[in-house]
């Protein structure tokens, strides 16, 4: 290679790295290691390769780097001083001497070899971007398009940016009906390392999706004056959202609701027709429990007297089946919330088989 195509080659690269949005650094390692690997093939297949490549010096060279020796035994690694000579005038014995090779001579299957591997570390180098991609955005609310959907699993491939990852169908709500295509809103649950490399994990079930819709939806959510305190969620049916205000003059239901109630309403309608209970978090525990019931009215809380996190709650005989909630939703909900076993009983004492199932 002549220095002009020295200077070409580096300008290149910088210009495919550009493209790919890759690091020219890491470009320049996985050709460094390409041409290592093919130059073995042709001198031995020791580790005595040297290659610098330095895209602002321009400089571009491959040596074998061997030991001046009195007698040869190994001829990829060893050299007389009569050879080294050759090479430098100042050589002498146990010197190592870097022999400069014309990249003529690595051949056709060497230059093919490299090709191969850079190709591949530019796919690797690509992949690893997309990873970076999700990695910036672990735990945040992301609107991708939806690539495919398999139609056996069921399961969707998405994308987002330059980057692709999977959803499966157990994360994705009953109510979805996805196609290719199809503009949706997914929540990044974690990276994670597998067998194929790290891979992003994201879900439109997870409660963190109902968190990040609020924060985007709620400027009082965002800028910290609205906390949301818990989240417990069955995903397509119903969510319950525990919220605590930090300014006296802020309602913090009311901010999430919004004027006649269009701030709930939009993430409803991102849900599908998820039904959402905004409660007002207390530190005080009958209250937090008796709201987290909602909509169903509490008569009393009694704490379980041996300090288990479990309590007896009381309410109308009209109300039972409304605090429980179709199949023990609502009590089921209201548990996860707040962390407590509720034990929930009608005013009566008794248990009637006729009261009015009032769930919404």
């Known amino acids: 290679m002549t220095n002009k195509d020295i200077v070409e080659f580096f300008e290149a690269l910088k210009l495919l790295a550009k493209e790919k949005?890759?690091?020219?650094?890491?470009?320049?390692?996985?050709?460094?290691?390409?041409i290592i690997v093919a130059v073995k093939k042709d001198f031995g297949g020791k580790e005595n390769i040297i290659v610098v490549m330095d895209p602002d010096t321009h400089e571009f060279s491959v040596s074998l780097r061997k030991t001046v020796v009195e007698e040869v035994e190994d001829p990829d690694e060893e050299l007389t001083l009569d050879q080294a000579k050759q090479y430098d005038k100042r050589a002498k014995l146990g010197k190592v001497i870097n022999i400069k090779l014309d990249p003529k001579h690595f051949g056709r299957i060497a230059a093919q070899s490299a090709k191969h591997v850079i190709r591949q570390g530019i796919r690797e180098a690509e992949k690893n971007q997309q990873v970076l991609e999700f990695q910036r955005r672990n735990q945040e609310l992301v609107t991708v398009q939806v690539v495919r959907i398999d139609p056996r699993s069921g399961a969707a491939t998405i994308q987002v940016g330059k980057g692709e990852t999977v959803l499966p169908k157990s994360e994705?709500?009953?109510?979805?009906?996805?196609?290719?295509?199809?503009?949706?809103?997914?929540?990044?649950?974690?990276?994670?390392?597998?067998?194929?490399?790290?891979?992003a994990l994201v879900s439109r079930t997870h409660p963190g999706l109902?968190?990040?819709?609020?924060?985007?939806?709620?400027?009082?959510?965002?800028?910290?004056?609205?906390?949301?305190?818990?989240?417990?969620?069955?995903?397509?049916?119903?969510?319950?959202?525990?919220?605590?205000?930090?300014d006296e003059n802020v309602d913090a239901v009311g901010a999430c609701i919004g004027q006649r109630g269009i701030r709930v309403a939009n993430i409803v309608e991102e849900l599908g027709g998820e039904k959402i209970d905004i409660v007002e978090y207390s530190e005080d525990p009958v209250a937090f429990i008796s709201a987290a019931l909602a909509p169903a009215k509490v008569l009393k809380v009694e704490m379980d007297p041996e300090g288990a996190k479990a309590?007896?709650?009381?309410?109308?005989?009209?109300?039972?089946?409304?605090?429980?909630?179709?199949?023990?939703?609502?009590?089921?909900?209201?548990?996860?919330?707040?962390?407590?076993?509720?034990?929930?009983?009608?005013?009566?004492?008794?248990?009637?088989?006729d009261e009015e199932d009032e769930e919404n």
Not at 21 to 34: D, K, N, P, S, T
Not at 212 to 220: G, Q
Request: aromatic share 6%.
């Open 210 to 246: 109902v968190t990040r819709l609020f924060e985007n939806e709620v400027p009082e959510i965002f800028d910290g004056t609205v906390e949301i305190k818990a989240v417990s969620r069955e995903a397509g049916s119903r969510t319950k959202m525990a919220v605590i205000s930090h």
């Open 21 to 34: 949005g890759i690091e020219v650094e890491y470009l320049l390692e996985r050709i460094q290691a390409a």
């Open 172 to 199: 994705q709500m009953e109510s979805d009906n996805l196609k290719e295509g199809d503009r949706i809103k997914v929540y990044v649950v974690d990276i994670k390392e597998t067998e194929k490399g790290l891979r």
């Open 311 to 353: 309590c007896r709650v009381t309410v109308p005989d009209s109300q039972l089946s409304l605090a429980i909630g179709n199949k023990g939703q609502n009590a089921r909900l209201a548990v996860k919330l707040t962390g407590w076993k509720i034990d929930i009983r009608p005013e009566s004492g008794f248990y009637g088989e």
